[in-house]
């Protein structure tokens, strides 16, 4: 344990819907990503690292908690959280920080804590237990909204339709027109405005823990000048896909319900229609002003980095930026995330603590999962992560080593239920239980399980980067198809809540691990 000496600050750092490719020091030909790139370069830049689930709750669950989704069972927005779970801000809290929230969690309370009638049992988008709110921004923006009226800003259109594009193209394409709000008045940029307000009124004697939670680059695609014009659509790397959305529709009854669900107007405040139904031209600029939002981001990064310089907490603040998952951006004719491909778990991560130097400006080619968060700064911290977490620190990779027993592939879990609606379930015709699939990603093999009975997926990821062709039933690949569902079921078996299954009761008492304390 640390002793006496003050602990060091925490910044936890959280980009919606970031995909892990988009970082110019990550080698993307085309985002360029400056301050993120700063960071990277008194840190170290893990280049394999996945997100555990998919949409914004079940990924940030995996995030807060250090738990798969196995174990935490956060399926869908709107799953409650089980109070009975620890996670960062309650762990930091122990510690005696006092965890403040700038932005939003996504977190689900748990009903059972609640009385009927409380009215945070009709939105997804509760406080994650232990964090102290300082500026709330949910999905309906009010907060931002009523600070753009102030600035003059006409905000009588509201949430989402304030994102439509001024003097957008009438014809239905897609234009990279900017919003009636400017760069210095997004999302990103108010948060970070109170965040740095917050900053001024710290003690310096007291370490602070910040948790600031971005909702760029999530859609709607828009953003103001002069990032709406920074990217040509032209520029960038082809699209993951096959020839047509027909086609890869048929290759797998989830991926065409996937395809036929999604929306533009989920993705476009000014669009109607399908999104398979957008060209490829329409797919480009969306891309571009994609890559534009990220450097808006990445901006607002800019500004928090030379804050905490100014307050003189940059060489006592350990920062970590990430995001909860990625982005589809046209691969496979789809937007937004979920499913089982690479483009929606494959995230950002960033980690520079001022007292790990030996590997600065290093990057990591080892898988990471973004269970490993919580015990890594609880390793940072000087505390000892619960044996029952299914993450690992990294601190070893911040020193410059190298574990040699470091899992070799990346993990995660998709659940596509919905209990409210049971769309998916009356679409496959099969229970709640059944609607989800989990991936083995290695570097050369990708294995998916479906649950329901629906068939399984297998991509050589060395000669199909793009997972198109499924070799599943291919009789080549019977043995890697049987050898990886051993592993993903083992792993399964490994990991399966481990909170009470690490203690034992014996003539001497209670032996080994019980909710979150070590008793011997």
Not at 66 to 71: A, E, H, R, S, V
Not at 449 to 464: A, C, S, V
Request: glycine share 8%.
């Amino acid at each position: 344990m640390i002793g006496k000496t003050r602990r060091p600050n925490i910044l936890l750092i959280t980009c919606d819907q970031w995909r892990g490719d988009c970082l110019s020091s990550a080698g993307h030909p085309v985002v360029k990503t400056p301050n993120a790139d700063a960071l990277a370069a008194e840190g170290v830049l893990f280049k394999r690292h996945y997100g555990g689930a998919a949409p914004c709750s079940p990924a940030r669950a995996c995030l807060y908690t250090g738990l798969y989704q196995m174990n935490n069972r956060v399926c869908r927005n709107g799953t409650p959280l089980d109070a009975r779970h620890g996670n960062i801000a309650l762990h930091a809290r122990a510690l005696g920080y006092d965890p403040t929230l700038f932005g939003y969690t996504d977190v689900s309370l748990d009903p059972r804590l609640l009385a009927p009638g409380d009215p945070r049992l009709q939105s997804y988008e509760g406080v994650l237990p232990g964090f102290t709110v300082r500026q709330l921004l949910p999905e309906h923006q009010k907060q931002w909204l009523s600070w753009l009226k102030q600035r003059g800003i006409d905000t009588s259109a509201g949430s989402p339709d304030i994102h439509r594009p001024v003097n957008g193209d009438k014809t239905g394409a897609v234009s990279n027109a900017p919003p009636v709000y400017s760069r210095d008045e997004t999302p990103p940029a108010f948060l970070t405005g109170e965040f740095t307000r917050w900053l001024g009124e710290q003690d310096d004697a007291a370490p602070w823990f910040a948790h600031l939670s971005f909702i760029s680059p999530h859609p709607p695609f828009i953003v103001p000048e002069p990032y709406n014009t920074m990217y040509q659509p032209a520029d960038g790397p082809a699209f993951r896909r096959a020839a047509s959305w027909q086609e890869e529709a048929q290759s797998h009854p989830y991926l065409a319900y996937d395809i036929g669900r999604q929306k533009q107007a989920r993705f476009r405040a000014d669009a109607n229609g399908k999104v398979h139904d957008w060209s490829d031209d329409d797919f480009r600029r969306i891309r571009a002003i994609y890559y534009g939002m990220i450097s808006e981001v990445d901006a607002q990064l800019g500004r928090i980095w030379q804050a905490v310089r100014a307050a003189g907490a940059w060489d006592d603040t350990i920062i970590v930026l990430t995001s909860d998952h990625a982005e589809r951006m046209g691969d496979h004719f789809m937007l937004g995330k979920g499913g089982y491909f690479d483009g929606s778990y494959h995230i950002p991560l960033i980690i520079r603590d001022p007292s790990h130097r030996k590997a600065a400006g290093g990057s990591v080619d080892r898988f990471t999962e973004a269970v490993d968060i919580v015990p890594t700064l609880l390793d940072l911290l000087g505390a000892d992560p619960a044996p029952h977490l299914d993450g690992t620190s990294l601190k070893p990779f911040l020193s410059g080593g190298s574990p040699a027993d470091w899992r070799d592939a990346a993990h995660w879990e998709f659940d596509f239920r919905s209990i409210a609606e049971g769309e998916a379930e009356r679409h496959f015709g099969i229970t709640s239980r059944q609607c989800n699939l989990a991936v083995i990603r290695t570097e050369k093999f990708k294995y998916v399980h479906f649950g329901g009975g629906l068939p399984p997926l297998l991509f050589d990821l060395e000669t199909d980067p793009g997972e198109l062709n499924n070799l599943a039933k291919h009789p080549a690949y019977l043995a890697v198809r049987l050898e990886f569902a051993e592993r993903l079921l083992a792993w399964r078996a490994e990991h399966l809540d481990q909170s009470l299954a690490l203690a034992e009761l014996t003539e001497h008492g209670v032996v080994g691990h019980v909710a979150g304390a070590v008793r011997e």
